[in-house]
Nanobody, 126 residues
Framework: QVRLVESGGGLVQAGDSLRLSCVASGDTFFRYPMGWFRQTPGKEREFVGAVAGIISFDTGAKMYSDSVKGRFTISRDNPKNTVYLQMNSLKPEDTAVYYC???????????????WGQGTQVTVSS
């Protein structure tokens, strides 16, 4: 069983930055794509960003939703089994619970991710 633990959320003001971290258990972290998603009450969980793993044809490739492109950066440190989400120029509409997930495929769809963390709250005040 894979366990994912997020950290780094908090309350910030618009324009501030935060870095989220997600540590994964197991020794095959480097193989799999990792994604970040977010969810607000009453809405579907939405894709934020993903980074490919070695099983993907383009190891290390990254993709983002249009809403965060240019402001958020996803990265991974395979020896540390950790994926990061650097969030800059935060906006009130970025307020959500942020989840990391391990995927079967390098994808934007929640259906392609098998393991999920418990989430970390990010609140951006105006």
């Amino acid at each position: 069983q894979v366990r994912l633990v997020e950290s780094g959320g908090g309350l910030v003001q618009a324009g501030d930055s935060l870095r989220l971290s997600c540590v994964a258990s197991g020794d095959t972290f480097f193989r799999y794509p990792m994604g970040w998603f977010r969810q607000t009450p009453g809405k579907e969980r939405e894709f934020v960003g993903a980074v490919a793993g070695i099983i993907s044809f383009d190891t290390g490739a990254k993709m983002y939703s249009d809403s965060v492109k240019g402001r958020f950066t996803i990265s991974r440190d395979n020896p540390k089994n950790t994926v990061y989400l650097q969030m800059n120029s935060l906006k009130p509409e970025d307020t959500a619970v942020y989840y990391c997930a391990r995927g079967r495929r390098y994808s934007q769809s929640t259906d392609d991710y098998d393991y999920w963390g418990q989430g970390t709250q990010v609140t951006v005040s105006s």
